[in-house]
């Protein structure tokens, strides 16, 4: 399997994540001017990409079979944390990526990071719903530190990211039950106890604030578009408002099987 990891040099996070890596050999290749580095972490090749873009509005991607962006993460309330997501838009656009479009993402590697980051950790890691481009059609997670320059340029930290994903890929991957989670608040506590310690695993996220704008195309987009397929859906019963209802109705027109979140989540 090949596997980018793309930093950007206009990030402090991401450049301070890239030190981790310092160790990749340097290729002859070049990717838009930079010199590529990888190593070989069987079965996986990695490779290790620096871009002068800002990650979320790239629109030139390294052919591979999984792209990990290195990022920083921002939060109004300035939360020490790690974060972890799939990129792309429910609704509008605003911060890169395209209108109504979700980018493909594997819902076992998103799991199997959450579960390393958590293990190496100096801070909480927790799950994000899907936001924010770039848009891509490579299945895609961004791996984050948040939230303030305090943090991203934490030397120790970078160095805690960059671990977590080289130990998560040495080992065999594990199969789970494919989930897509419907509702809830974008920082969601139940979502991250059923990622850490439950046999499914979470994919794409659907926020409350997003649930205005999912139909029955953007429901098939979300399936289609994780890279397992998906076998459940967990719904935030506690956490979808007015959209409660036509959610509801929704799935059971299209047949598709849900469960509620925070039965899991109490198991």
């Given at each position: 399997m090949d596997i980018a990891l793309i930093c950007s040099l206009k990030d402090p996070a991401s450049v301070n994540m890239n030190h981790g890596?310092?160790?990749?050999?340097e290729t002859r290749e070049r990717f838009q001017g930079c010199l590529v580095y990888q190593y070989r972490l069987s079965p996986h090749m990695l490779r290790l990409y620096t871009v002068e873009d800002e990650l979320l509005s790239m629109a030139v991607f390294p052919k591979a079979d999984l792209l990990i962006f290195l990022s920083k993460h921002r939060s109004k309330e300035n939360t020490p944390n790690f974060t972890i997501h799939a990129p792309g838009n429910w609704g509008k656009a605003e911060f890169g990526g395209q209108e109504g479009k979700l980018c493909p993402t594997s819902a076992f590697s998103l799991k199997s990071l959450f579960i390393g980051m958590s293990k190496t950790a100096g801070l909480p890691v927790t799950l994000e719903p899907t936001h924010h481009g770039p848009y891509t059609e490579i299945p895609s997670i961004f791996v984050e530190i948040g939230s303030t320059e305090r943090e991203w340029s934490n030397k120790e930290y970078g160095a805690q990211i960059a671990e977590s994903i080289l130990n998560t890929l040495k080992n065999p991957a594990k199969k789970y039950k494919p989930a897509l989670l419907l509702g809830g608040l974008h920082y969601n506590d139940a979502a991250n106890k059923i990622q850490k310690n439950s046999g499914l695993a979470i994919g794409h996220i659907c926020p409350k604030y997003s649930l205005p704008y999912v139909s029955k195309a953007l429901l098939s987009q979300a399936i289609e578009k994780t890279t397992e397929g998906i076998d459940v859906i967990l719904v935030d019963w506690k956490g979808m408002g007015e959209e409660k209802q036509r959610?509801?109705?929704?799935?059971?027109?299209m047949s598709l099987p849900y469960e509620r979140m925070q039965r899991i989540a109490l198991e």
């Open positions: 890596f310092a160790f990749f050999e959610i509801l109705n929704l799935l059971d027109t």
